[in-house]
């Protein structure tokens, strides 16, 4: 049972925390019954996510077996059958996508997608460079659209842009990092990464840190924006935006880190500081005006 809780990767449900992002950014952080429905919806989400993390360990058995790290995992390493993970897998596929159309039939028909597009990334998109990224940012925009769907919010074409511009800087730093890790066994573990080099991963990531920045700026100072909030004051918090990244930028450099954000999130304490900071002051200006 301990493998089998360690094999839904508890830590991996922090991904779904992008669920809330609607939900404050639409003021409504303090409305019931939205708030509540949202968490609910974190939690199918969280669900689904850990029948997929067992479904692309399957598929990935053998490659994960030469990998650093997930020759760990309790599938690769042997502590976990792979006929129990593959009913697990199917029986939480089957409840979180119940529940989800339950909840509200929109999120519902999201909660599914997010399930056959990560099954069509495992067999196909994942072996396809460039393309294999990309396909992780729809999965961060479908977290979004899922909190929009449930929290009742106008959709903001504002966020999904920065979703996008994160999940992908994300995705190629894991890309970099599982590179520069493996070495000449990359491409054993997964093919796409013989088409990768540090050089090329560079010059993107330089690309999407830059974007990322004035896209988040210019959300700050949009007429729209200052319109709907009321102030102005949101461009106190683009600091805080530089701060991330460049943090995050150092850590992958300096330390290493990077192959999982989560594990920055969970023991990099001054990117958490960061995080409440940045949080704080944007519940402040949007719901206080301050």
């Known amino acids: 049972m301990k493998a089998l809780f360690f094999a839904l990767r508890p830590k991996q ?3 779904n925390l992008f669920v809330f992002l609607p939900l404050v950014f639409g003021k409504k952080l303090f409305s019931w019954p939205e708030n509540f429905q949202v968490v609910e919806g974190f939690v199918l989400f969280s669900m689904m996510a850990s029948a997929v993390y067992l479904m692309n360990d399957l598929v990935d058995f053998e490659q994960d077996k030469i990998h650093r790290m997930k020759r760990l995992r309790p599938l690769a390493s042997g502590k976990l059958s792979k006929e129990l993970a593959l009913l697990m897998s199917g029986c939480l596929c089957v409840v979180s996508t119940t529940l989800s159309f339950l909840l509200n039939p929109l ?3 999201v909660v599914l997608s997010y ?12 072996n396809i460079v460039i393309l294999d990224v990309f396909s992780l940012a729809i999965f961060f925009v479908l977290r979004v659209v899922g909190g929009t769907v449930i929290a009742h919010v106008r959709f903001s074409h504002w966020m999904i842009f920065m979703i996008v511009l994160l999940a992908m800087f ?3 730093v894991k890309r970099r990092q599982e590179c520069q890790l493996l070495g000449d066994k990359a491409a054993g573990h997964r093919f796409v990464l013989s088409k990768y080099s540090l050089y090329f991963i560079d010059q993107i990531m330089a ?4 974007t990322m920045i004035v896209v988040y700026m210019l959300y700050t100072v949009d007429s729209g924006t200052i319109a709907e909030f009321g102030t102005a004051h949101l461009v106190y918090t683009i600091p805080f935006v530089y701060y991330g990244i460049f943090r995050y930028l150092y850590l992958v450099h300096k ?4 192959d999982d954000p989560t594990y920055v999130l969970f023991f990099d304490k001054m990117t958490q500081i960061n995080l409440i900071a940045w949080f704080c002051v944007c519940v402040l200006v949007i719901y206080f005006k301050i």
């Open 255 to 258: 330390r290493r880190l990077g």
């Open 207 to 210: 690309v999407l840190t830059s």
């Open 170 to 172: 994300l995705g190629f």
């Open 115 to 126: 399930f056959l597009f990560n099954f069509i990334y495992s067999k196909i998109i994942k």
């Open 13 to 15: 449900w922090a991904k």
């Open 107 to 109: 999120f519902g028909w």
